[in-house]
T-cell receptor
Framework: AQSVTQLDSHVSVSEGTPVLLRCNYS??????LFWYVQHPNKGLQLLLK??????LVKGINGFEAEFKKSETSFHLTKPSAHMSDAAEYFC??????????FGQGTELSVKP | KAGVTQTPRYLIKTRGQQVTLSCSPI?????VSWYQQTPGQGLQFLFE???????NKGNFPGRFSGRQFSNSRSEMNVSTLELGDSALYLC???????????????FGPGTRLLVL
């Protein structure tokens, strides 16, 4: 069965400092993994996705994630946080039947 | 291309009533999936429709149903509303069936339902 665990429910960083949002997954086959972002009262926007082409995935707005099979991890990083990055982030695993399984979300706060 | 649109954006109903939510996918997309988002349960998959047929269903009671039309637009219906049905309902579209594995699913802004 597929599952995903986001290790932090809330992360707070200062503007200009690095961001690390942690995600571990479980999958019985080579997974498809996604990071989505949700700003308040908005829908979900795709940041990036991993589909076995390259282990380091670059996304929008300077975010990237590294797929580590040995650690079953797919952590999201950004070198320098911006105030506009404050939002909720979801790590997601795709299933062969097409449905998405979401982590519980990590709320990112960015302090000026 | 226009994105996924959902109507209405906000809805207030009372217990026992029924509600219908609508989703228009991105032009050319044939798969529509529905998700429920609540603070307690997070984001959970409801069902997926492709070519007017339900292809996949999540673990929700039969009060939750849906359909898809020939133009790929989809509706979701919840009958006999309960307080616990208060949630943000998101729909997502993708070009093909089972888009959540390799293809990107594109989400709409959601319909926020409040049941009193």
């Amino acid at each position: 069965a597929q599952s995903v665990t986001q290790l932090d429910s809330h992360v707070s960083v200062s503007e200009g400092t690095p961001v690390l949002l942690r995600c571990n997954y479980s999958s019985s086959y080579s997974p498809s993994l996604f990071w989505y972002v949700q700003h308040p009262n908005k829908g979900l926007q795709l940041l990036l996705k991993y589909t076995s082409a390259a282990t380091l995935v670059k996304g929008i707005n300077g975010f990237e994630a590294e797929f580590k099979k040995s650690e079953t991890s797919f952590h999201l990083t950004k070198p320098s946080a911006h105030m506009s990055d404050a939002a909720e982030y979801f790590c997601v695993v795709g299933t062969l039947k097409g449905k998405l399984i979401f982590g519980q979300g990590t709320e990112l706060s960015v302090k000026p | 291309k226009a994105g996924v649109t959902q109507t209405p954006r906000y809805l207030i109903k009372t217990r026992g009533q029924q509600v219908t939510l609508s989703c228009s996918p991105i032009s050319g997309h044939r798969s529509v999936s529905w998700y429920q988002q609540t603070p307690g349960q997070g984001l959970q998959f409801l069902f997926e429709y492709f070519s007017e047929t339900q292809r996949n269903k999540g673990n929700f009671p039969g009060r939750f149903s849906g359909r898809q039309f020939s133009n790929s637009r989809s509706e979701m219906n919840v009958s006999t509303l309960e307080l616990g049905d208060s949630a943000l309902y998101l729909c997502a579209s993708s070009p093909s069936m089972g888009g959540g594995f390799q293809e990107t699913q594109y989400f709409g802004p959601g319909t926020r339902l409040l049941v009193l």
